[in-house]
């Protein structure tokens, strides 16, 4: 018997073993179960989601011989015929092959017959989108009046295509792109099945290579079988896709982190010597600096399963968020460039090189080292040194920043009597985080005792008191304080200063002080006098 591929073999026959679109299974069987049967349903979504294989499951539901159902038996005539492609009362058609008004005149026409062997005459039209106007035209009276054996069954790719008269008529069903974990299962399940040996690691590569299409997936499997003879191994995987080992890309983040320029040259050799896509280096690249700004705001984002995720919180604690901006930025630019480079190996070479270069924690020593050379070539006779530049002036492709005073470490508890009325010292001291602590940071405390706290928000502000947060604030304080607290919030406009006003003052303070700094400056007074260069101001920002 000559080899089914796994995307026919593995093809979902009911709705029970259909993957990742619950939404759309749970409408259809409702309305199967309730007999509320439409005329004409739209499924979209990209390629391989299942557009053509619910419109199968839907149709032996239509016929199945035990009767309209949400859960066909599979075993009639009707669902071995559809399941087999050879139902008479099931037509399915290309509507990329079949665009033209006359071939859709002459499906419409057969229409009006009762059908031959099923309860329902089906029409599946795949890539409806594809058909010209004049064909859509012809059949919008019969698409929306259909007779009552008919049923519509349309699937497309590209919906904004679809003039919005076929739109109105349909009942529409958007069908998600499939999850990676998802994915990765269904793999997993297909595996054991088939008897084949398998790493999960190189199951989730395939899964996120699949970018969602599960018919990608499987096709993806099928030739990662046939490559690793018989298995299904990452390292093995890793070469078939060209998909760039993680610890490659944590070896670039840490040598930027060590400022090891060699390091990071070295890891760009070991990658060329691999004969891996820096292109696709890249964009794996970028997808790690998202993880890791994620994990440094939201800090419980991290998953626990994560394989190398004490390496990727010590980078994440390591880096600044300004830092990581600023990478993300640099490499999506240099990948677009690889195409204008030289060779693909030069551009990723220049793009770590950017990386290395441009760090805010070091803008303050290129610009002083610019600002030297300058004032040398400028005025050659003695003068008095100009005060440390500590922002970057416009030449430079970086933020131009000025360091602000250092802020003091919040403060510890104190006993009740010295410190319980102070609510930015309390608020500083409480373990919380997300938008528990914005809410803490935007009220004003009002009254605090024994066992009520009683705090003032603005009604601007009234969006943070939905569910958990005032709960997590009043854990927190209860720790805090030792002691049980009932916390109470009104609404009304603050009378003194919240924390988050006082550190929005404090910013603004240490903005006003950075652009003093820049139009102090010597170097920059002299660059705009003698060159006419201008100080963009939105760039310049305080060293926090």
Aim: proline share 6%; net charge negative; charged share 20%.
């Amino acid at each position: 018997m000559s080899y089914q591929v796994l995307a026919r073999k593995w093809r979902p026959r009911n709705f029970s073993t259909l993957v990742g679109q619950e939404h759309v299974v749970r409408a259809l069987s409702h309305a199967l179960a309730e007999q509320r049967l439409h005329h004409a349903y739209l499924f979209t979504g990209t390629r391989g989601v299942g557009k053509t294989t619910i419109a199968r499951i839907l149709a032996k539901s239509l016929n199945c011989e035990t009767g309209i159902t949400a859960t066909p038996c599979g075993q009639c005539s009707a669902c071995q015929e559809i399941d087999s492609g050879r139902f008479v009362d099931l037509l399915e058609v290309d509507a990329a092959t079949n665009t033209r008004v006359d071939e859709m005149r002459q499906l419409l026409e057969n229409a009006v017959y009762a059908p031959t062997r099923g309860r329902f005459k089906v029409y599946v039209i795949d890539e409806v989108h594809m058909l010209s106007n004049s064909a859509f035209n012809a059949m919008l009276k019969t698409l929306e009046e259909p007779p009552e054996h008919v049923k519509f069954i349309l699937a497309t790719t590209d919906p904004q295509k679809i003039p919005v008269t076929v739109l109105s008529r349909c009942l529409q069903f958007n069908l998600k792109q499939m999850p990676a974990v998802a994915i990765t299962g269904h793999l997993a399940h297909i595996l054991q099945a088939e008897g084949v040996p398998y790493d999960m690691p190189a199951l989730s590569l395939v899964a996120r290579s699949a970018a969602g299409s599960m018919r990608d997936a499987l096709s993806l499997l099928d030739q990662a079988i046939a490559h690793g003879a018989g298995k299904v191994e990452e390292a093995q995987v890793r070469g078939m896709l060209g998909t760039v080992d993680q610890d490659f890309l944590l070896a670039i983040l840490e040598a930027l982190q060590a400022g090891e320029g060699a390091a990071l040259l070295q890891v760009a050799t070991d990658m060329g010597v691999r004969s891996l896509s820096f292109s696709a280096a890249l964009q794996e690249l970028g997808a790690l600096l998202t993880r890791i700004q994620i994990i440094q705001w939201v800090p419980a984002a991290i998953d626990d399963d994560e394989p190398e995720k004490e390496r990727i919180q010590a980078l994440a604690e390591a880096f600044s968020p300004e830092f990581v901006q600023l990478a993300y930025q640099i490499v999506n630019v240099g990948r677009t460039e690889l195409a204008s480079a030289p060779d693909e190996y030069s551009g990723f070479v220049m793009t770590l090189l950017r990386l290395h270069a441009f760090r805010p924690s070091t803008v303050a020593d290129v610009v002083g080292s610019v600002a030297a050379r300058s004032r040398a070539h400028l005025a050659p006779a003695a003068r008095p040194p100009s005060p440390p530049v500590q922002a970057a002036q416009p030449p430079v492709s970086a933020p131009v920043q000025a360091r602000p005073e250092v802020a003091p470490a919040a403060a510890p508890r104190v006993p009740a009597a010295a410190g319980e009325s102070d609510w930015h010292q309390i608020v500083a001291a409480l373990a919380i985080s997300g938008l528990a602590r914005e809410l803490a940071q935007n009220c004003e405390l009002r009254q605090l005792t024994d066992g009520q706290c009683l705090l003032r928000l603005s009604p601007k502000q009234a969006h943070l008191q939905m569910k958990p947060n005032p709960e997590r604030l009043q854990q927190a304080l209860a720790e805090y304080l030792g002691r049980p607290v009932q916390l109470r919030i009104e609404l009304g406009e603050n009378e003194v200063d919240t924390p988050a006003a006082t550190v929005g003052k404090q910013r603004q303070e240490q903005q006003e002080r950075a652009e003093s700094a820049i139009a102090q400056d010597g170097f920059v007074r002299d660059a705009i006098d003698t060159l006419g260069a201008s100080v963009v101001q939105t760039s310049i920002k305080p060293i926090v």
